[in-house]
C-alpha cells in the first residue's frame, strides 16, 4: 500500500524530500507541480504531501522539541532562504544588479547565521542531541550560501555552522545529494555585461578631395543630433492625449472617473493595449522583492515615456506571487516601445482587445488595483503595484 504522494517543483527542498524517501525506503511517488489536486491544496503551493501521518525520530521526543524543529523550519523558509536569493540573485544575474540590494541582504544574513553559529556552539544539532527534520531543512537551505556566498574567509570565522552543515550532509539522508559538493573559494562577484561592438562596415577607398581650408579657432564644431525614438515617425496623436490621461488617472478616482474617460478617448487605431507577464515568476519569492523588480523595469523604459503608459501589479503572496501589467502602447506594435530595456525579453507580450469584455474587464483591474487579477482562471489578491508615467 502507497504511504503517499507528495507534489513538488525542482528546488533545493525537493533535493531533501528524495533524500527522505531513499533512506527510510518509503513507498512514496514524487510528482510534478502541474498534477497537484486544487481542491485539497486550493493555494496551489508546493512542496504538498497527501498521505497518513506517521511519528518520526525526526520530529523530536517531546512537543517542546516539536516546537523548536518548527521554528527553524519557519526561520529557513521565510527568512534566510529569501534574504540569500536577494544577495546572490543580482550577483548571478538572475534579477537585475541592484548594490545596496545585495549589501543589506549581505547584512541581514549576518545576523540570522550568527543566532545559528552561536546555538552550535553549544550543541551539536539544531534541536538537542540528536538529528531532527531542522538540521536537514536547515541545512539544505544553507546550501545556496555554501553554492554563491561562503568563501574560505566566511567558513573560517563560521567554523560551528561548518561543522554542523558537514556532519548533516553526510548523514546517509543527504549523502548521495552532496557526495560530490566542492565548497567555493570565494563569494561569486558580479560581472556586468559587455556591452556588444558593432562591426563597422570596411572604408570604401576613396579619390582625394581638394583641402578644404581649415576652421577658425573660434569655431565651435556643431553637435551631433540625438537619434530619434523609432515611435516618433507616427507623429502625434490625433485623438488621444497620452499626456492628458496621465494627468487624469493621478489626480481623480479610478474607478468613477479616470477609467470612464480612457474609454472615452481611447483610440485603437493609433494605439494599443498590451498585456505583459513576467516569463519567471517561479523564482520570485517576497512581494515586495517582486515589487521592486517591476519599479527596474519601468525605469528602463524611460526612453519610451512619450509613447507609454503602463500599470503594473504584483499579485499573490510570498514564495507564490507573479507579476503582470497592462500597457497603453502608441501604435499596433510593442517591441518598438520595449526593446529600450535591456531585460524586455524577460516579459511576455499579448495584445488585449478591449472590446471583449474579459480584456476590458483585465485592463480596468490592473489599472484600478482595487480588486483581485483573474490568472489562468483563478482570482489572485493585488499585493502590489506600480505605474509607468
Not at 549523502?175 to 558593432?198: G, H, I, L, M, N
Not at 481623480?252 to 479616470?258: F, L, S, V
Not at 499573490?316 to 501589467?325: R, S, W
Amino acid at each position: 500500500m502507497s504511504q503517499g504522494t507528495i507534489y513538488g517543483s525542482p528546488s533545493i527542498r525537493v533535493v531533501l524530500l528524495k533524500g527522505l524517501i531513499k533512506h527510510y525506503k518509503l513507498d512514496i511517488t514524487v510528482e510534478a507541480k502541474d498534477d497537484l489536486n486544487k481542491d485539497i491544496f486550493p493555494l496551489g503551493k508546493v512542496p504538498a504531501f497527501v498521505g497518513p501521518k506517521e511519528n518520526s525520530p525526526l520530529l523530536g521526543k517531546t512537543k517542546e522539541d516539536y516546537a523548536q524543529i518548527i521554528r527553524y523550519l519557519s526561520l529557513a523558509n521565510s527568512e534566510l532562504l529569501p534574504t540569500l536569493f536577494n544577495a546572490f540573485g543580482p550577483l548571478t544575474g538572475r534579477v537585475p544588479y541592484n548594490k545596496k540590494q545585495v549589501s543589506d541582504a549581505t547584512v541581514a544574513i549576518e545576523k540570522i547565521v550568527a543566532t545559528l553559529e552561536s546555538r552550535l556552539n553549544d550543541y551539536t544539532y539544531l534541536v538537542g542531541e540528536r538529528l531532527s527534520l531542522a538540521d536537514l531543512f536547515v541545512a539544505t537551505i544553507a546550501t545556496r550560501g555554501f553554492d554563491h556566498l561562503w568563501g574560505k574567509e566566511w567558513r573560517s570565522a563560521h567554523p560551528n555552522i561548518v561543522r554542523w552543515w558537514k556532519t548533516v550532509t553526510s548523514n546517509s539522508i543527504l549523502a548521495d545529494q552532496y557526495s560530490d559538493y566542492k565548497f567555493r573559494d570565494a563569494p561569486v562577484e558580479f560581472v556586468p555585461p559587455k556591452k556588444e561592438k558593432k562591426e563597422q562596415a570596411p572604408k570604401k577607398e576613396q579619390a582625394p578631395k581638394a583641402a578644404k581650408p581649415a576652421p577658425e579657432a573660434t569655431q565651435e564644431e556643431a553637435p551631433k543630433p540625438k537619434p530619434k525614438h523609432p515611435l516618433e515617425a507616427l507623429g502625434k496623436s490625433t485623438k488621444f492625449n497620452l499626456d492628458e490621461w496621465k494627468r487624469v488617472y493621478s489626480n481623480e478616482e479610478t474607478r468613477e472617473t479616470a477609467l470612464p474617460w480612457f474609454w472615452e478617448h481611447y483610440d485603437p487605431t493609433e494605439w494599443s493595449l498590451w498585456r505583459v507577464d513576467y516569463k519567471y515568476n517561479d523564482e520570485l519569492t517576497l512581494p515586495f522583492m517582486s515589487n521592486n523588480l517591476v519599479g527596474g523595469f519601468f525605469n528602463r523604459l524611460s526612453a519610451s515615456t512619450k509613447y507609454l503608459f503602463g500599470s503594473g501589479v504584483v499579485y499573490g503572496e510570498t514564495n507564490n506571487n507573479g507579476i503582470v501589467a497592462v500597457f497603453v502602447v502608441r501604435g499596433d506594435k510593442h517591441e518598438p516601445a520595449f526593446d529600450v530595456a535591456p531585460d524586455w525579453e524577460s516579459y511576455a507580450f499579448q495584445q488585449l482587445d478591449p472590446t471583449k469584455p474579459e480584456d476590458k474587464e483585465f485592463v480596468e483591474d490592473v489599472f484600478a488595483w482595487d480588486k483581485p487579477v483573474t490568472i489562468n482562471g483563478e482570482k489572485r489578491e493585488v499585493a502590489d503595484g506600480k505605474n509607468f508615467k
